[in-house]
């Protein structure tokens, strides 16, 4: 049975639109923020239920949408509710639920799969964020006095699911910001690039797409090679591109251009050097070292910069840095700092030559 009933379908709400006034619009803001982590739950419980691959392109029953994602009708009506009132999803009637724009976002074969995205950080990721006041007071990284391990130890050793999870959330986002940031970078002299730490590969896929006459190599653990992106072991591609898998805190494949992105942010500065001490080592004449990174500011400009490097407080033990805590680390590892390029993303390319 079906239901053809339409709805006109809302704007997305404010995470708190309709919350009890408590004070003037200042006091009132922070407030809102402090509740935001319900409504953040709300959409991380529909992402990890995949409630919108379970909408087809016809109104679904509640009762026919909790058989196919396992979950109690009455507890789920009360989900749908919330997410409609977000305007995640259509209500055509009572019980009945239907796709809306941004619904189908969540879809998996949606063009970025918001849904990795939202999943990058499983249950570990709330748990972090959780210990937040006690990172701050110790200066310690949250998930290695959680787990007893560093992050990528725990995706190998205990949890292949979570990590698998998080490359692709990784892949998804680099999707989403790739046309701006590549956009921004000068790829003339280019011979050959190495995407250090990589993962799936969108970086070195859209860069060899785009530049037919360059070779890539894309570098990173054994996993994420493993996982690596069909396209680049397959026929055209699979001629201009090599997959090496290996530890950059001892070596790197050698290369005219070096890409790091948002991969130094999780060590501190002695393990950045390292890593840049490497691409030195092997780099060729006139090479470049270009670092796709967020930058902090005090102030910041804006509140995801600060929060990112929170996150890296947490997750990593890692950090944020300003432009000119780039400059130092790359005079320390034996490069010329070049300056940084705005991409329209939150990610700067951050830029070094060899000397």
Request: hydrophobic share 45%; glycine share 8%; proline share 6%.
């Amino acid at each position: 049975m079906t239901d053809r009933t339409t709805t006109v379908e809302k704007d997305v709400a404010q995470a708190c639109e309709g919350a009890p006034v408590i004070g003037p619009p200042p006091v009132q803001a922070v407030a809102e923020l402090g509740w935001g982590m319900w409504a953040s739950a709300v959409v991380q419980a529909g992402a990890q239920l995949r409630l919108a691959d379970a909408i087809g392109e016809e109104p679904v029953s509640i009762a026919e949408l909790a058989a196919a994602v396992d979950a109690d009708p009455d507890a789920l009506t009360r989900l749908m509710r919330a997410l409609v009132s977000f305007g995640i999803f259509q209500q055509v009637r009572p019980g009945w639920y239907a796709h809306s724009t941004p619904s189908r976002a969540l879809r998996k074969d949606a063009p970025v799969p918001l849904t990795d995205i939202m999943l990058t950080g499983s249950d570990w990721g709330w748990a972090m964020w959780g210990k937040l006041a006690e990172s701050v007071r110790s200066g310690k990284c949250a998930f290695v006095e959680h787990y007893g391990k560093d992050l990528f130890t725990y995706f190998a050793e205990d949890d292949n699911a979570a990590g698998a999870a998080a490359l692709r959330g990784f892949a998804a986002q680099s999707r989403a910001t790739n046309p701006l940031v590549l956009d921004a970078l000068d790829m003339s002299g280019v011979g050959t690039f190495v995407d250090v730490g990589g993962g799936h590969g969108s970086v070195v896929l859209s860069l060899l797409n785009r530049y037919p006459d360059v070779r890539g190599v894309l570098f990173d653990r054994e996993h994420a090679i493993r996982s690596a992106l069909l396209e680049l072991t397959s026929p055209p591609l699979a001629e201009r591109c090599t997959l090496v898998a290996g530890d950059c805190f001892e070596s790197v494949p050698a290369g005219d251009l070096f890409l790091i992105r948002q991969v130094l942010h999780m060590w501190d500065d002695d393990a950045c050097i390292t890593v840049l001490r490497n691409c030195v080592r092997v780099a060729r004449p006139g090479a470049r070292v270009v670092l796709l990174e967020q930058l902090v500011a005090d102030p910041p400009e804006t509140p995801w910069d600060a929060l990112m490097d929170l996150h890296m407080l947490l997750v990593m033990g890692g950090r944020e840095r300003t432009a000119e805590q780039w400059a130092d680390i790359f005079t320390r590892a034996g490069l010329t700092y070049s300056g940084v390029t705005a991409t329209g993303t939150p990610l700067r390319l951050v830029e070094a030559r060899v000397a």
